[in-house]
């Protein structure tokens, strides 16, 4: 029998050495000595495999990285440095001077950043498309198109689109599907089963889920990483072993974690939405929400981020969020911790306001990640806030 999801995440393990050690130890190591001249020379020349110096491979980077190409149903995968750079090294590995790419326009701040304002410089083109306008997506490919990347759901709207539709058009266009799985996780969603060529992760967020340590990975075909482990190899966004072993430890805890997070997720929602300061509220496993079909046929479960819009704008936003006791004002999101944000005056407060309206940012959206905390106490904290910061 093929085992399940939270098996694989806790009994994948590399061999173990010689003392037979039940979890898999941190192997802090910048480099593993030869047994010979002549075996030093067969790992350089790539005859035989074996671990040589921690920027080309380790053993901690490696099962974290199986482990998460078995979570996501792929073929192979490589740990980074940190999401962006999973991303980055992605677009390095397989665009060259002439080519385009299409991405969504909701995407992560500085994803859109290299897309717009770097892969220029060497030549790569680019158009960005609103994720749930199906004419533009088609329209948008064009001879040289290589690359199509989106989320979903996406940030900060959590808008989603049809992945094995996407996929199919890719493929009819000769362009490879991309997917930043970082919102789902591949507890919720699975976008290699749904025709996706790629999925790239920050790992900082939902799949360590604990606020402590950044990283990424690709997960993909074995040729496709073997392309990306050569450019990571020799450009250096390596995973450190010690982050490595940390985020291979967070796996084991995903798939519990993410049922609490889109628990709590949920109930908030359905608070939110009773609630008459509250305009509307955005959550893919709200029957209110416009791709509640989508989500239901393509997610296990809805994620742990609620978005909705408060009454009073940008002034009431800020109010609101300068009225929370418990959750935490930071950037980040997929933490143990509950955390609020208010995109138009944080995350994406160097658009200009057409821009912002572009990507869905109305000035009173309220983004929530909901953790791990009691959700009494998560609804009571947003409660009392909103209370009190009526304007
Ligand atoms: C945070 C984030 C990233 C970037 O990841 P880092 O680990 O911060 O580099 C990419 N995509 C999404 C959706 C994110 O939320």
């Known amino acids: 029998?093929?085992?399940?999801?939270?098996?694989?995440?806790?009994?994948?393990?590399?061999?173990?050495?010689?003392?037979q050690e039940h979890s898999i130890p941190l192997y802090l190591t910048s480099s593993y000595a030869f047994q010979s001249a002549e075996e030093g020379a067969a790992l350089f020349?790539?005859?035989s495999d074996g671990y040589m110096y921690s920027r080309v491979s380790n053993p901690n980077s490696d099962d974290f990285a199986i482990k998460l190409a078995l979570l996501e149903g792929a073929e192979a995968g490589i740990a980074t440095a940190s999401g962006m750079s999973a991303i980055f090294s992605t677009f390095a590995a397989l665009l060259k001077s002439g080519d385009h790419i299409i991405a969504s326009k909701s995407i992560f701040g500085s994803s859109h950043h290299v897309i717009e304002n770097i892969l220029p410089d060497w030549g790569i083109e680019y158009s960005f498309v609103n994720i749930k306008d199906e004419a533009a997506w088609n329209k948008a490919f064009k001879q040289h198109t290589k690359l199509v990347f989106l989320e979903s759901p996406a940030n900060p709207t959590l808008d989603l689109i049809d992945m094995q539709w996407l996929a199919n058009l890719c493929h009819q266009n000769d362009a490879l599907l991309v997917v930043d799985n970082c919102f789902a996780t591949p507890y919720l969603q699975q976008p290699v089963s749904l025709g996706a060529d790629i999925v790239v992760?920050?790992?900082?967020?939902?799949?360590?889920?604990?606020?402590?340590?950044?990283?990424g990975a690709i997960l993909s075909s074995k040729k496709i990483i073997e392309k990306c482990h050569s450019f990571i190899q020799k450009s250096g966004p390596t995973l450190s072993p010690f982050n490595s072993w940390m985020l291979s430890k967070s796996l084991e805890t995903l798939a519990v974690r993410m049922d609490r997070h889109c628990d709590n997720a949920l109930a908030l929602a359905t608070y939110l939405e009773s609630h008459p300061e509250i305009e509307q509220v955005r959550y893919p496993f709200l029957p209110s929400f416009?791709?509640?079909?989508?989500?239901?046929?393509?997610?296990?479960?809805?994620?742990?981020?609620?978005?909705?819009?408060?009454?009073?704008g940008v002034e009431r936003g800020r109010k609101f969020l300068n009225s929370l006791e418990l959750h935490s004002l930071t950037a980040n999101l997929g933490d143990t911790r509950s955390i609020a944000t208010h995109p138009a005056s944080t995350t994406h407060s160097k658009l200009s306001s057409a821009q912002q309206e572009e990507v869905g940012i109305i000035p009173g959206l309220l983004r929530f990640s909901v953790g791990l905390e009691h959700i009494d106490d998560i609804i009571a904290d947003v409660e009392q806030a909103l209370t009190k910061s009526k304007l």
């Open 1 to 19: 029998m093929k085992r399940k999801f939270e098996t694989i995440a806790i009994r994948t393990q590399l061999e173990k050495s010689q003392y």
């Open 45 to 47: 020349s790539g005859v």
């Open 201 to 215: 992760h920050s790992a900082t967020k939902f799949l360590d889920g604990q606020g402590r340590v950044m990283g």
């Open 290 to 312: 416009e791709q509640y079909e989508l989500a239901k046929r393509q997610m296990n479960k809805g994620g742990g981020l609620v978005s909705c819009i408060i009454k009073g």
